[in-house]
């Protein structure tokens, strides 16, 4: 079963800074995609950034949501995925899920880690 390990999170305040990592292993399959999405109050999980590469040519392509474009980069290096998040606001708040797209085999997520943002 795929192990995700998800950390970085934590408590920061209004305009800083944080980075969030998730790692992937025991994985039977090549993961295309690798991302995080950001879960609050119950809400359904939406996308935050990801990241996509193509086994075939080692291209790599990332997805933002407009929200945070320009103040959160996402990289990765093989099955490990960095996101760091500059100017953070309130809005930025929630649980932060990893997820890891095996395309036709499924995906995964993780358990989720909490960012919080003080004003």
């Known amino acids: ?69 320009g103040r959160i980069t996402i990289s990765r290096d093989k099955d490990t995925i960095l996101m760091q998040m500059n100017d953070l606001k309130s809005a930025d708040a929630g649980v932060y899920c990893c997820k890891v797209d095996f395309r036709q085999f499924g995906g995964e997520w993780g358990q989720g880690t909490q960012v919080t943002v003080s004003s």
């Open 1 to 69: 079963q795929v192990q995700l390990v998800e950390s970085g999170g934590g408590l920061v305040q209004h305009g800083g800074s944080l980075r969030l990592s998730c790692s992937a292993s025991r994985t039977k399959f090549y993961i295309y995609t690798m991302g995080w999405y950001r879960q609050t109050h119950g809400n359904e999980r939406e996308l935050v950034a990801t990241i996509t590469t193509d086994p075939r040519t080692d291209v790599t392509t990332t997805n933002y949501a407009e929200s945070v474009k």
